[in-house]
């Protein structure tokens, strides 16, 4: 998750701008709350959120491979960059505690 979406701003070249009814569980309160509490502890932690997502993602045993989503080189490379980024215990805690809280964002109320 890379928190652009954050403050309603939406770039005029995204999927969201073309096809404005596309994927409306991105901007339901639940999820925009989520990702509020997400960003606030990747800053705390000196990560962006995608840094943060992506490095709970690939130290997830369970998980056979992680995808990524870049449009740019420099995307790309931060998204690689996330794998070798390791969560300590602190860090993990407070993930599992935003879960808990905000429950699966991707479900619409």
Do not use: C
């Not at 959120?49 to 491979?65: F, I, K, N, P, V």
């Not at 995808?67 to 080189?73: D, H, K, L, P, R």
């Not at 960059?81 to 300590?88: F, M, N, Q, Y």
């Amino acid at each position: 998750y890379s928190g652009k979406y954050l403050n309603g701003h939406v770039n005029s070249k995204s999927r969201h701008s073309k096809f404005p009814g596309f994927q409306p569980r991105y901007f339901a309160p639940r999820a925009l709350a989520a990702a509020h509490g997400l960003a606030g502890l990747a800053k705390s932690k000196n990560l962006t959120s995608t840094q943060l997502t992506l490095a709970w993602a690939y130290s997830r045993w369970y998980m056979g491979s992680v995808i990524i989503g870049a449009t740019s080189v420099d995307q790309a490379k931060e998204n690689i960059d996330a794998a070798s980024i390791e969560l300590d215990k602190d860090t993990l805690q407070q993930l599992d505690e935003l879960y808990l809280k905000h429950g699966n964002v991707t479900l619409l109320d």
